[in-house]
């Protein structure tokens, strides 16, 4: 007797959702426009350095390269991160703070870089434009790092601040032994 039928569907695995899940949910709207803007600018940025032809003073230029090829591929990892079902596999915590750090640490050295770059460049206009972008990136990567340490803050002083009136809780006060 063949009762594959019957019993298949409640013991049988069925099917995962799409591995490939794409939500922008996890983010709010101020910080996922941020993120977008940190990989275009950062982006544009890159595109632009790599138009340069010739330089005199070619170490600024090649500073500005890694910090902006690094700020692109790394807003964009976390923004998939974030945005993907492979949000699910990491600890929250870690990922907030790695981000932190990531886009304030990204953040700085790219301003360093668009002024290492603005004081040794041939004042070409595809310079001047690619020194503007890097400007604007490394703000859009500052104000990130700010707002999310302001969030923190705020998280950390709530806590306290639901964490201060204990001593009348349950779990304080001593047991009632009835002989």
Known sequence: MDNGKVYGPTTEPQSKAPACRCTVTR???QRLLLKGAQVLLSFLAFILEEIVESCSLCGGLY???????????????ILIVFCTSAYERVE?????TLDFW?????G????VASIVFAATNDKSSVETVAIVFGFLASIGF????????MEKRKAKENKSENTGNT?????????NNQS
Not at 92 to 96: H, P
């Open 63 to 77: 500073f500005f390269e890694f910090i902006s090829f690094s700020a692109t591929f790394l807003s964009l990892l």
């Open 27 to 29: 983010l709010s709207r």
């Open 102 to 106: 990531v886009t304030t640490v990204v």
């Open 142 to 149: 500052l104000a990130d790092g700010i707002q999310m340490f």
């Open 108 to 111: 700085g050295l790219f301003f």
């Open 167 to 175: 001593q009348n809780t349950p779990e304080n006060q001593p047991l």
């Open 92 to 96: 929250k915590d870690r990922l907030k």
